[in-house]
């Protein structure tokens, strides 16, 4: 079904983000002042704000100290024998995709890029639908041109403009330069990547601390705080196993409860995988959610 593989496609999304890079935000530091910074551009704001999730569930704050993902393009070298489709397949998960990568790189789809070629990744942005938004809306704020709706809804696989509350979007951003010194922190981003050992551990740890306060979220019925917090955890690189099937677990409960259902199989289907245990005891598991995960591959 081309809806849920779209979904699943959202959850995995964060994985063609590799440009993204840390900022740890200093004190007075504004996500205005961030972005004019890393984009040479304040407005580029409302990204910061998007990947973070900041602009969930009325907003919050930064503070000093505070790790935030700062949305970059990555960049491939193209080998022997790939094209378009098959780039996009690898880094956007569909070969549909192929049209706006092309785009993306002023080129055309039709026509292979040379091997040896570098072509550009665009960042991928997931966004949480609310009641009342439309892909109109989603373009005009992440995007600076509501006529570029067509672009999101094609990216998507989807046609209608208007969407439903929980709804998974995903919003590429196609060129999304960076000044010298957001250039700067990026390498520095990349280089601690290639460090060798205790990547894992931190990004464990991390977790560790994190998967609590998602818990909480959702017991305090905040579900579109904890899926973009259960995203964020997802793409930390080297998470146990246990740790990811508690994730995804928490992610069918958000999904369910936003009435979001493809979001919800796809999420049971990935708890399953990770979890040696998984169950769904009627005891503990609520209709719901046995539901969703009965409809699951």
């Excluded at 040896?116 to 600076?144: M, N, S």
Aim: some cysteine.
């Amino acid at each position: 079904m081309k809806v849920a593989r779209f979904a699943l496609v959202a959850l995995l999304s964060v994985s063609s983000n590799a440009g993204a890079f840390t900022h740890v935000v200093r004190p007075k530091e504004t996500l205005a002042d961030i972005s004019k910074k890393l984009y040479g551009d304040a407005t580029r704001e409302v990204l910061l704000a998007g990947a973070n999730a900041l602009d969930a569930q009325g907003g919050s704050s930064i503070v000093p100290g505070m790790h935030l993902v700062a949305p970059a393009n990555d960049w491939h070298k193209v080998v022997p024998r790939e094209t378009w489709a098959s780039i996009a397949r690898d880094f956007l998960g569909d070969d549909s995709r192929a049209d706006f990568l092309a785009r993306a790189n002023d080129a055309i789809a039709w026509n292979a890029p040379s091997p040896g070629q570098e072509v550009r990744i665009p960042y991928v942005l997931t966004y949480i639908a609310a009641e009342g938004d439309t892909t109109l809306g989603i373009a005009r704020k992440y995007l600076g041109d509501q006529t570029l709706a067509w672009e999101i809804n094609t990216y998507n696989g989807r046609k209608e403009w208007k969407l439903l509350r929980g709804e998974v979007v995903l919003v590429p951003i196609a060129k999304l330069d960076l000044t010298d010194v957001g250039r700067a922190e990026a390498s520095g981003e990349e280089g601690r990547r290639r460090e060798a050992g205790g990547s894992a551990l931190a990004a464990q740890k991390k977790a560790a601390a994190e998967i609590p306060q998602l818990l909480g979220e959702l017991r305090a019925g905040r579900w579109v705080e904890g899926v973009a917090r259960g995203n964020r955890l997802l793409a930390s690189a080297d998470l146990a196993r246990a740790q990811l099937a508690s994730i995804h677990r928490a992610l069918v409960e958000a999904y369910v409860a936003l009435d979001a259902t493809a979001q919800a199989q796809a999420a049971c289907d990935d708890w399953r995988k990770d979890d040696d245990a998984f169950a769904l005891d009627p005891i503990y598991v609520s209709p719901k959610i046995r539901e969703a995960c009965a409809r699951s591959r």
